[in-house]
C-alpha cells in the first residue's frame, strides 16, 4: 500500500519561509511525477508546483520565482522551498504522486495523495 507523509507546514510570518517535506513509502515500483497542490477553504485545489521523473518542473504563476520543488536524495523524496511566504499563501498542503505501485501496473500510474500539512502565514 502506498503512502505519502508531509512534514514541514506551520506558522510563519509574512516574508519568511518553510519547507515542506513528501516521503512516499510502500510499494512503489516506478514515480511518474510528484507535486504539491493547496487548498484554501471553500476553493478549489490548486496546483503549486510538481517534478517529473527526469527533473522537468512546474509551477504556478502564483509561487514561480518564490518556490522551488526538489527531489531528495532518499528515493520518492520531495521538497518545496517557499520563500517570502505571503498571506494568500495560507492554505493546506497536499503532496501528491503519480506513480506505479507495481511493474504490472498501468503505464500512466495511478494518483495517490498525503492527508496534507497546514501552512498559515500571518500578515
Known amino acids: 500500500q502506498v503512502q505519502l507523509a508531509e512534514s514541514g507546514g506551520g506558522l510563519v510570518q509574512a516574508g519568511g519561509s518553510l519547507r515542506l517535506s513528501c516521503v512516499g513509502s510502500g510499494t512503489i515500483y516506478s514515480v511518474n511525477r510528484m507535486g504539491w497542490y493547496r487548498r484554501t477553504p471553500g476553493e478549489q485545489r490548486e496546483l503549486v508546483a510538481s517534478i517529473d521523473g527526469p527533473g522537468g518542473t512546474t509551477y504556478a504563476d502564483s509561487v514561480r520565482g518564490r518556490f522551488t520543488i526538489s527531489k531528495g536524495s532518499a528515493k520518492n523524496t520531495i521538497y518545496l522551498q517557499m520563500n517570502s511566504l505571503k498571506p494568500e499563501d495560507t492554505a493546506v498542503y497536499y503532496c501528491?504522486?503519480?506513480?506505479?505501485?507495481?511493474?504490472?501496473?498501468?503505464?500512466?500510474?495511478?494518483?495517490?495523495w498525503g492527508k496534507g500539512t497546514p501552512v498559515t502565514v500571518s500578515s
Open positions: 501528491y504522486a503519480r506513480l506505479r505501485p507495481h511493474e504490472y501496473s498501468d503505464y500512466h500510474g495511478e494518483d495517490y
